[in-house]
């Protein structure tokens, strides 16, 4: 080889070496540095609470939490004259795969929402949330609204869809009455039954849990003659009706919002599983006081909102439970609403 021929591979040589020079340095210097990225996982979730326009109400969602719903234990079928029988028995592997579709597995989160309306001259809640019935999961729906902008004393009635631990149970957290100057209102018929001794003792066992958490929720209200009971027939308050939906609870409600041209119909608990319940309706579930007339109420529901499109307000599908119901091809299907913000107009 030539002294000419060796200069280019000389060179070459004398870059290479230079390279691994300015990178070993580099990496000494990084590994000399803290990185600025070593901070702690925070853990917390951001405060929950959505907001949403309809006509000149302002509605906003709070969250109370979310709990682990248990799939397999209490959703069900009515099957013939065997009544309620649990799904994993008439269809086994059903629920699974439903959810799997969703990208869900058991556990599931379930959502629990609740519903604040400002109508411009009142402040109006439509269920409570679980407050301390049930347990550290729970209990949320005081702290978000007032992370929303409001305090708990600015509400003037609480318009709860039906007498379950899971909508009553933030009136009044751990005994103890949350709201001082709200009036509480639910059907007369839900008031009735599970305000009723007897129905107590001749209740499932699954349910008995119910009638005491109504009782210490309902009490500090009742002492103070805060607790009105309704009848159907007429508005609540200007643009709030309630409407008799029987069959989850003797006396559960539907609460249709109108303002302005829009509406939001609050369904209470017409849906716990959405991943399960909307491509097979008929599901049903064993807190249901008649599962058959629950399974008949979801399916006319269903099709009312799909054929009219008004906005649905959702107690337990995910956060914040705001959507419409459409259909295709025979089968019922949820659009959740788009994200947008400020406070969105529909």
Same mark, same amino acid.
């Given at each position: 080889?030539?002294?000419?021929?060796?200069?280019?591979?000389?060179?070459?040589?004398?870059?290479?070496?230079?390279?691994?020079?300015?990178?070993? /340095?580099?990496?000494?210097?990084?590994?000399?540095?803290?990185?600025?990225?070593?901070?702690?996982?925070?853990?917390?979730?951001?405060?929950?609470?959505?907001?949403?326009?309809?006509?000149?109400?302002?509605?906003?969602?709070?969250?109370? =939490?979310?709990?682990?719903?248990?799939? !397999?234990?209490?959703?069900?079928?009515?099957?013939?004259?065997?009544?309620?029988?649990?799904?994993?028995?008439?269809?086994?592997?059903?629920? $699974?795969?439903?959810?799997?579709?969703?990208?869900?597995?058991?556990?599931?989160?379930?959502?629990?929402?609740?519903?604040?309306?400002?109508?411009?001259?009142?402040?109006?809640?439509?269920?409570?949330?679980?407050?301390?019935?049930?347990? $550290?999961?729970? =209990?949320?729906?005081?702290?978000?609204?007032?992370?929303?902008?409001?305090?708990?004393?600015?509400?003037?009635?609480?318009?709860?869809?039906?007498?379950? /631990?899971?909508?009553?149970?933030?009136?009044? &957290?751990?005994?103890?009455?949350?709201?001082?100057?709200?009036?509480?209102?639910?059907?007369?018929?839900?008031?009735?039954?599970?305000?009723?001794?007897?129905?107590?003792?001749?209740?499932?066992?699954?349910?008995?849990?119910?009638?005491?958490?109504?009782?210490?929720?309902?009490?500090?209200?009742?002492? +103070?003659?805060?607790?009105?009971?309704?009848?159907?027939?007429?508005?609540?308050?200007? =643009?709030?009706?309630?409407?008799?939906?029987? =069959? !989850?609870?003797? @006396? !559960?409600?539907?609460?249709?919002?109108?303002?302005?041209?829009?509406?939001?119909?609050?369904? @209470?608990?017409?849906? !716990?599983?959405?991943?399960?319940?909307?491509?097979?309706?008929?599901?049903?579930? /064993?807190?249901?006081? $008649?599962?058959?007339?629950?399974?008949?109420?979801?399916?006319?529901?269903?099709?009312?909102?799909?054929?009219?499109?008004?906005?649905? @307000?959702?107690?337990?599908?995910?956060?914040?439970?705001?959507?419409?119901?459409?259909?295709?091809?025979?089968?019922?299907?949820?659009?959740? +609403?788009?994200?947008?913000? &400020?406070?969105?107009?529909?």
């Amino acid at each position: 080889m030539s002294a000419r021929s060796a200069l280019p591979v000389r060179s070459r040589l004398l870059a290479l070496a230079a390279v691994c020079l300015t990178t070993a /340095a580099t990496l000494t210097m990084t590994m000399a540095t803290p990185s600025l990225a070593a901070a702690p996982i925070v853990g917390t979730q951001a405060p929950g609470f959505y907001r949403m326009m309809l006509g000149g109400f302002e509605i906003t969602v709070l969250s109370d =939490g979310t709990h682990p719903f248990p799939v !397999h234990t209490v959703l069900t079928q009515v099957v013939g004259n065997k009544g309620a029988v649990p799904l994993d028995q008439v269809a086994p592997g059903e629920a $699974d795969a439903l959810l799997a579709e969703s990208r869900l597995a058991v556990p599931v989160q379930g959502s629990i929402n609740a519903f604040l309306i400002n109508t411009g001259s009142r402040l109006i809640l439509i269920d409570s949330g679980a407050g301390s019935l049930y347990g $550290d999961c729970c =209990g949320h729906l005081i702290d978000n609204l007032k992370s929303a902008g409001y305090s708990p004393d600015q509400v003037d009635e609480i318009y709860l869809t039906h007498l379950h /631990a899971d909508h009553v149970g933030g009136i009044a &957290p751990n005994g103890k009455m949350a709201f001082p100057n709200a009036v509480v209102r639910v059907s007369e018929v839900d008031a009735d039954y599970w305000l009723n001794d007897k129905n107590e003792q001749a209740a499932p066992k699954l349910l008995n849990s119910m009638f005491e958490g109504d009782k210490a929720s309902l009490r500090p209200y009742i002492e +103070a003659g805060k607790f009105k009971p309704f009848a159907y027939g007429q508005e609540l308050s200007p =643009g709030i009706t309630p409407i008799a939906s029987p =069959g !989850h609870t003797p @006396g !559960h409600s539907f609460f249709m919002v109108e303002s302005e041209g829009q509406k939001m119909l609050m369904w @209470g608990d017409v849906v !716990h599983v959405a991943a399960v319940q909307f491509p097979n309706p008929s599901v049903t579930l /064993a807190y249901d006081s $008649d599962a058959q007339m629950a399974e008949k109420e979801r399916e006319m529901i269903f099709s009312d909102a799909a054929r009219n499109g008004y906005w649905i @307000g959702a107690a337990h599908i995910s956060f914040p439970g705001l959507g419409h119901v459409s259909a295709s091809q025979g089968h019922f299907f949820w659009i959740p +609403a788009n994200y947008e913000g &400020p406070a969105a107009k529909p």
